[in-house]
């Protein structure tokens, strides 16, 4: 069996949903019997096609289909370690959601509807990480927008679903307009959609030092379509506001769709090397986008717009990894997140239960500095024993270093608080084992995730001067902000701190203004019949609604 047709197995995954969703034509309605069982085998069988991917990449490497088209654009298969990983996260979601699903949904008189526009948009997703050719990357990029797009409007009477719905269509379109210029740059700079292709022609350039012509503005392009696929500041508004649509939804969009955006980063990873500028605007907007929402994270009441900008800080936080060359690294973050906040999403209705009914009891606060800084201090010296242990180059891994500091500075606000408290030594020593847990795992992930792409990915690079700067930085206004989240229980009680997180809760007002500028606080509603007291039908007339 030639190695074409071993890639071809892996097609076998989006086909069953495309069939699952050509199914629910003929059961659209209330407890589609059949449509649940074919749904629960498709997922099913997903899994099992996306463990034999693996193994047969593990055993014979890059993997690829013939071309199915004309002048090197068209249908093409890629299998990596890139595109299993993906397959695999994908499949392992797609499991659980369609299973939730068949019990969420159960009763509605549109249920067999709703199975079938999830499985379609899987497909789509799952087509996306397997294409190996510019065609077919383009068309299922746009494919996963217009199936995303009908599960938002699955609840059309609601004009809250209208409005994200129009948002989201906006920015998508924006998205798919600077994917569109990247991949007509890239042809006539290559003359083929093949990735493989493009990307040995780009290695052997940068191992001869032979600068692209033109590559720059293919790689910008590339970086505004992941931005805007990821919910990106200013752009993020639409994901904060899916409320309307079933849990389902949010769940696969927040775990899945989201992952477009740092996945093309990746996947185009060689194209963004040879790029001076693209890294640049990654580190810059995704580090932005990574602090504003994750400090305005803090302040939300609502449940699930707390994890809508949850999930914008950790786009924004994928990306900027991405801009700094550790593509490992933001795959380990981005598999990470989607499992994260799928459970999150799908539990967050009984969660809310457990909390109404379980009091939790927090130690009371001194407010003690040196407490406070010690805290610090020891979640810095926890970090950088592990990286020495790690045998980190302190040189030529900063970027490794920077983005770990990062994540560890999150250990810093546990052990202040244990430290600057009433609680008990076993609340530090719990503190302290954690501290290493994490330290532990990140290190240890990373080197993992390294291993099984580092094959299919550039190696990490130097930073030059400016991103050293911005690395830097990024660094201490990060600790700037862990800092004042430790304190800020200690003043949160006057009147100027009340006023910011006021201010913080309303996002700064930056999604009213994105609101503004796309008309999305007007809708126009269909006619409907209202019935009066006199058993009278009055017909409205289509109007336009402030919202």
């Given amino acids: 069996m030639t190695e074409q047709y071993l890639a071809l197995i892996s097609l076998i995954a989006p086909l069953t949903f495309v069939v699952t969703a050509i199914v629910s034509w003929f059961q659209p309605g209330m407890r589609p019997e059949f449509m649940k069982g074919i749904s629960t085998l498709t997922t099913g069988v ?52 369609v299973k939730f699903s068949l019990n969420y949904l159960d009763g509605d008189k549109r249920q067999g509807i709703f199975i079938g526009r999830l499985a379609a948009t899987i497909a789509s997703v799952q087509l996306l990480v397997l294409s190996g050719n510019l065609a077919l990357l383009f068309a299922s990029w746009v494919l996963t927008s217009v199936s995303l797009h009908r599960l938002l409007v699955f609840y059309s009477e609601r ?161 900027l990894v991405c801009g700094l060359g550790l593509y490992p690294a933001a795959m380990l973050h981005l598999v990470a997140h989607s499992f994260y906040k799928a459970h999150a999403f799908l539990s967050s209705g009984s969660l809310i239960e457990v909390i109404r009914t379980s009091p939790i009891l927090q130690p009371k606060r001194t407010g003690n500095p040196f407490n406070i800084v010690l805290g610090i201090v020891l979640a810095i010296c926890v970090y950088i024993i592990f990286a020495l242990l790690w045998g980190i180059d302190f040189e030529n891994q900063l970027s490794l270093l920077a983005i770990g500091a990062i994540i560890v500075m999150g250990l810093s606000t546990l052990f202040a608080s244990a430290l600057d408290s009433n609680g008990s030594y076993k609340l530090i020593l719990k503190t302290s084992l954690l501290a290493i847990v994490v330290v532990a795992l990140f290190f240890t992930l990373e080197s993992g995730m390294h291993y099984l792409l580092h094959s299919g990915l550039p190696q990490l690079r130097i930073l030059s001067t400016g991103e050293m700067i911005l690395v830097c930085l990024i660094t201490i206004i990060f600790s700037a902000a862990v800092f004042l989240q430790i304190y800020s229980p200690l003043t949160s009680s006057s009147l100027f701190s009340k006023s910011i997180i006021l201010h913080l809760r309303n996002g700064l007002y930056a999604n009213t203004l994105f609101d503004r500028l796309v008309g999305s606080l007007k809708i126009h509603l269909q006619p409907q019949h209202i019935e009066i007291s006199d058993n009278n039908k009055i017909a409205n007339k289509g109007q336009s609604v402030e919202v």
């Fill in 159 to 319: 004009p809250g679903a209208i409005v994200v719905a129009r948002k989201k269509f906006i920015v998508a379109r924006l998205g798919d307009g600077c994917l569109l210029g990247a991949i007509i740059v890239l042809y006539s700079i290559f003359k083929t959609g093949n990735l493989e292709v493009i990307f040995q022609s780009i290695k052997l350039s940068m191992d001869l030092g032979i600068g692209i012509v033109n590559i720059e503005y293919a790689a910008i392009l590339l970086v505004f379509a992941a931005l805007l696929k990821s919910a990106q500041f200013p752009t993020h508004g639409w994901l904060i506001e899916v409320m309307e649509t079933p849990t389902p939804v949010s769940a696969l969009l927040h775990a899945g769709l989201l992952n477009a955006g740092p996945f093309l980063i990746v996947r185009m990873a060689y194209i963004m090397e040879v790029s001076m500028y693209s890294s640049y605007i990654l580190i810059i907007v995704g580090g932005f986008t990574a602090l504003f929402a994750s400090v305005v994270f803090l302040t939300q009441t609502s449940l699930k717009t707390a994890l809508g900008y949850s999930s914008v800080a950790h786009m924004g936080f994928s990306l």
């Fill in 46 to 97: 997903s899994i099992i096609v996306a463990a034999v991917c693996a193994y047969l990449v593990f055993i014979n490497g890059l993997l690829e289909t013939s071309l199915l088209g004309m002048n090197q654009l068209g249908f093409s298969i890629r299998l990596d370690t890139l595109s299993v990983l993906m397959l695999s996260m994908i499949s392992l979601i797609s499991f659980i959601v």
